[in-house]
């Protein structure tokens, strides 16, 4: 992507303000090849090709991409727990249980009555189609035989309802509730999540925030686990501030195939603001502002140090943004680039160069 005419503006502005700043350093005009007394000292930034200088940093805490709260959807009293914390658990697999003779007992009952009126519909049926049987009482008999079946099902339903069922496959996290307890139905017994999908939460501050947006890559580090590079992707980005801390939290997805990360654990999340990993060319350099210029041919260059003296270097800058410019071609890897100090030097200046910090 090439500059903007809004980017080249910006360019200008700043070259003002180095020729500005130049003038009230020095009260006769500079040229390129001014002559210097002595070595002027300059602040430079080595290339190291695949770094970017905007990369901002943060810890975070993982989550789980997804949390459940499992109950009971009736009410009783806990006869057994069949997991503990920690434990990994299988869609489907019975977590606990309530004790359910009595609706078995329901059950059993419902049964029955759906089984007298099924036989009362077939004999009533004959006398129907005979036209020997009132229609009110036909009517009669098909609303007993409907109410019997949703009884039926209803207390069906109560039976297995009795035990309690992962939805998803995951590690116990919490067991709330314990063997004996009365519970209600939506009373929390377990709480369950998945360690496969998981997510990290960072809290990114108002100043750095506009330079993310989903979609976005991002590196994902765990020294504790021995853990480095493992590749994320923000999933969302908050629209409100913390009232309190005034950041914003950002959700990071990442993969946990081996489930060694667990929900709670800190991370270091690395973010290229305002960057994607898929759109990030390993030979991209991101240099501060003051340091791409636009000489008079509209032409980008930046200063750079080769031996021991300043060389103007046509370089090709695609993006601005907040962190600085994106120079895409034109560098190489070890290239010393002045960052501070270029108003100073012309093409040949002898200078002292201090790398920057």
């Given at each position: 992507?090439?500059?903007?005419?809004?980017?080249?503006?910006?360019?200008?502005?700043?070259?003002?303000?180095?020729?500005?700043?130049?003038?009230?350093?020095?009260?006769?005009?500079?040229?390129?090849?001014?002559?210097?007394?002595?070595?002027?000292?300059?602040?430079?930034?080595?290339?190291?090709?695949?770094?970017?200088?905007?990369?901002?940093?943060?810890?975070?805490?993982?989550?789980?991409?997804?949390?459940?709260?499992?109950?009971?959807?009736?009410?009783?009293?806990?006869?057994?727990?069949?997991?503990?914390?920690?434990?990994?658990?299988?869609?489907?697999?019975?977590?606990?249980?309530?004790?359910?003779?009595?609706?078995?007992?329901?059950?059993?009952?419902?049964?029955?009555?759906?089984?007298?009126?099924?036989?009362?519909?077939?004999?009533?049926?004959?006398?129907?189609?005979?036209?020997a049987l009132p229609?009110?009482?036909?009517?009669?008999?098909?609303?007993?035989?409907?109410?019997?079946?949703?009884?039926?099902?209803?207390?069906?339903?109560?039976?297995?309802?009795?035990?309690?069922?992962?939805?998803?496959?995951?590690?116990?996290?919490?067991?709330?509730?314990?063997?004996?307890?009365?519970?209600?139905?939506?009373?929390?017994?377990?709480?369950?999540?998945?360690?496969?999908?998981?997510?990290?939460?960072?809290?990114?501050?108002?100043?750095?925030?506009?330079?993310?947006?989903?979609?976005?890559?991002?590196?994902?580090?765990?020294?504790?686990?021995?853990?480095?590079?493992?590749?994320?992707?923000?999933?969302?980005?908050?629209?409100?501030?913390?009232?309190?801390?005034?950041?914003?939290?950002?959700?990071?997805?990442?993969?946990?195939?081996?489930?060694?990360?667990?929900?709670?654990?800190?991370?270091?999340?690395?973010?290229?603001?305002?960057?994607?990993?898929?759109?990030?060319?390993?030979?991209?350099?991101?240099?501060?502002?003051?340091?791409?210029?636009?000489?008079?041919?509209?032409?980008?260059?930046?200063?750079?140090?080769?031996?021991?003296?300043?060389?103007?270097?046509?370089?090709?800058?695609?993006?601005l943004s907040a962190?600085?410019?994106?120079?895409?071609?034109?560098?190489?890897?070890?290239?010393?680039?002045?960052?501070?100090?270029?108003?100073?030097?012309?093409?040949?200046?002898?200078?002292?160069?201090?790398?920057?910090?």
């Amino acid at each position: 992507m090439l500059l903007t005419k809004l980017d080249k503006s910006y360019l200008y502005i700043v070259n003002a303000i180095v020729i500005s700043a130049a003038a009230l350093t020095t009260s006769c005009s500079h040229s390129e090849k001014a002559e210097i007394a002595g070595p002027v000292k300059v602040t430079v930034q080595t290339v190291d090709p695949g770094r970017l200088n905007n990369d901002v940093s943060f810890s975070g805490t993982v989550e789980s991409a997804e949390t459940a709260t499992l109950s009971f959807s009736v009410p009783g009293t806990i006869t057994d727990i069949y997991v503990e914390e920690g434990q990994n658990v299988s869609k489907g697999q019975v977590l606990a249980r309530v004790r359910n003779s009595n609706y078995v007992n329901a059950r059993n009952i419902a049964e029955a009555e759906l089984a007298e009126a099924r036989d009362a519909y077939a004999r009533l049926k004959k006398l129907h189609d005979a036209n020997a049987l009132p229609d009110i009482k036909w009517v009669e008999v098909q609303n007993k035989l409907k109410q019997a079946e949703n009884a039926a099902e209803m207390s069906k339903r109560a039976v297995s309802d009795a035990a309690l069922v992962a939805p998803v496959s995951g590690v116990v996290s919490r067991k709330i509730a314990n063997v004996g307890q009365s519970v209600i139905p939506a009373e929390p017994v377990l709480e369950l999540v998945t360690v496969n999908d998981i997510r990290i939460n960072v809290s990114v501050p108002e100043s750095e925030i506009g330079g993310i947006a989903e979609g976005q890559g991002a590196i994902v580090n765990f020294k504790n686990l021995g853990i480095d590079s493992l590749a994320g992707r923000v999933v969302r980005k908050s629209v409100v501030a913390d009232p309190l801390t005034r950041a914003y939290t950002v959700k990071i997805s990442i993969q946990n195939t081996d489930g060694r990360i667990l929900p709670g654990m800190v991370g270091d999340v690395a973010l290229a603001a305002a960057h994607s990993a898929d759109t990030v060319s390993s030979s991209d350099i991101m240099l501060p502002s003051q340091a791409v210029l636009l000489g008079s041919d509209n032409r980008t260059f930046v200063w750079v140090v080769d031996g021991g003296k300043a060389a103007r270097r046509f370089v090709k800058a695609d993006e601005l943004s907040a962190g600085g410019i994106i120079v895409t071609d034109g560098l190489r890897s070890g290239d010393s680039v002045i960052v501070a100090g270029m108003q100073k030097v012309g093409t040949g200046t002898p200078v002292t160069a201090e790398t920057e910090k």
